[in-house]
């Protein structure tokens, strides 16, 4: 029976963390603008924007874009949904899309 719970214990630390996604850090390519954005965006109270964060299929990704505007700003050959890109491709779109003077909430509101 222990040999059975350590094998099960062994495969369940495989796993990635169900929270894998979240990354703590800000990754090196990306503004600091950008990141505290995305935070005050989809960090829900945490110090790490959400890149998978799904709300009813309407709104999504770290920067929390309408899939509408996601579909307009999107580059071809990236996902039709912001929270099945990579986090690198959605910071592009989130580039596009100040280009392209989108809004978003916390930068309308100075929350970021």
Not at 36 to 56: L, M
Not at 65 to 94: C, E, I
Request: proline share 8%.
């Amino acid at each position: 029976m222990r040999r059975v719970v350590a094998l099960v214990v062994a495969f369940l630390s495989m796993a990635p963390p169900a929270d894998a996604h979240l990354t703590a850090e800000k990754p090196p390519w990306m503004s600091s603008f950008a990141w505290r954005v995305a935070v005050c965006e989809t960090g829900k109270g945490h110090n790490h924007p959400d890149y998978k964060h799904n709300w009813r299929g309407r709104y999504g990704g770290a920067w929390g874009w309408a899939t509408s505007t996601w579909q307009l700003d999107a580059p071809t050959g990236l996902p039709r949904y912001p929270w099945l890109a990579t986090p690198r491709q959605q910071y592009r779109v989130f580039q596009i899309g100040m280009r392209r003077h989108r809004y978003w909430g916390c930068i309308a509101n100075r929350l970021y």
